[in-house]
């Protein structure tokens, strides 16, 4: 038999680690990998259903406006702007979609220099066309980048293993 007063403990309870914390550590590691992360890596991923040639060119490539020819679409910075089969049967060495783009981009990048030196026009582009486009595609697509004020361009091309 117990006599007097017996003593109650309060039931334990399992730790619980505090929600804030784990997200405060979160976001440190995220914006460490985030400014850690190496940037030297590919500027231009290849569009969809687009086969680059193959080069051991070692130049790497800027970050510039970027034109993609398909074997279905020409895109410009990812947005469809002529269907191939249409532009390989159009006569005339312009191609009206890519045009309107191009004039475009070329506006609103000389608006902007006005107010923001460190920007300006550069009329620099990069362009990746599949390895089964027909050359006069090709030609088209220069010929109404230079008629538009881009005139110094680069192709894009996968790189060949050496071994």
């Known amino acids: 038999m117990k006599t007097g007063r017996q003593r109650r403990r309060p039931p334990t309870e399992s730790a619980?680690?505090?929600m804030t914390s784990l997200v405060d550590v979160l976001t440190v590691l995220v914006f460490f990998l985030l400014k850690n992360f190496s940037t030297e890596g590919d500027i231009i991923t290849p569009a969809k259903n687009l086969e680059l040639p193959i080069s051991s060119s070692k130049i790497k490539p800027e970050?510039?406006?970027?034109i993609a020819?398909?074997?279905?679409h020409i895109m410009a910075e990812g947005t469809p702007v002529a269907l191939v089969d249409e532009e390989l049967d159009r006569q005339?060495?312009?191609?009206p979609g890519l045009?309107?783009?191009?004039?475009d981009k070329r506006k609103q990048t000389e608006e902007i220099a006005q107010y923001?030196?460190?920007v300006t026009?550069?009329?620099?582009?990069?362009i990746q066309g599949d390895r089964l486009i027909p050359y006069f595609l090709l030609q088209k697509v220069l010929a109404t980048c230079g008629a538009n004020g881009?005139?110094?361009?680069?192709?894009?091309?996968?790189?060949?293993?050496v071994e």
């Open 99 to 103: 045009a309107r783009y191009l004039e």
């Open 116 to 118: 923001d030196k460190n």
């Open 92 to 95: 005339g060495t312009d191609i």
């Open 150 to 161: 881009y005139s110094s361009f680069s192709l894009a091309v996968s790189k060949k293993d």
């Open 69 to 72: 020819i398909s074997r279905k």
């Open 121 to 126: 026009f550069t009329g620099k582009l990069t």
């Open 63 to 66: 970050n510039t406006l970027n």
């Open 16 to 18: 619980k680690p505090q």
